[in-house]
Nanobody
Framework: QVQLVESGGGLVQGGGSLGLSCVVS????????MGWYRQAPGKQRELVAT???????SSADSVKGRFTISRDNAKNTAYLQMNSLKPEDTAVYYC???????????????WGQGTQVTVSS
């Protein structure tokens, strides 16, 4: 079964940096687009950044210029480099991936369980 596991979360002071990783494992044909989302307490989950298999990226205005999404297709891994962190960036960060199944060749969405990022003031 396909599984996504995030890592790299933690506690950091405002202005600091953190790098998140998302590894896709299991049985699958290929991975399409991947993305990072976040959910703060009492808030709905929001899109942070996305990246296609070919490396085309998009990011939310709130993180533009501070966060960078990237991926290594050979490692089935996506990354989110977060710089100049602010307290309002505090949230659980989730990885998402469109994974193409070996059996059907259709894409299915998968989510990781999330990693906590806490930015102190």
């Amino acid at each position: 079964q396909v599984q996504l596991v995030e890592s790299g979360g933690g506690l950091v002071q405002g202005g600091g940096s953190l790098g998140l990783s998302c590894v896709v494992s299991g049985s699958f044909f290929s991975i399409g687009s991947m993305g990072w989302y976040r959910q703060a307490p009492g808030k709905q989950r929001e899109l942070v950044a996305t990246i296609t298999r070919g490396g085309v990226t998009s990011s939310a205005d709130s993180v533009k210029g501070r966060f960078t999404i990237s991926r290594d297709n050979a490692k089935n891994t996506a990354y989110l480099q977060m710089n100049s962190l602010k307290p309002e960036d505090t949230a659980v960060y989730y990885c998402n991936a469109d994974v193409r199944a070996t059996t059907t060749l259709s894409y299915n969405h998968y989510w990781g369980q999330g990693t906590q990022v806490t930015v102190s003031s």
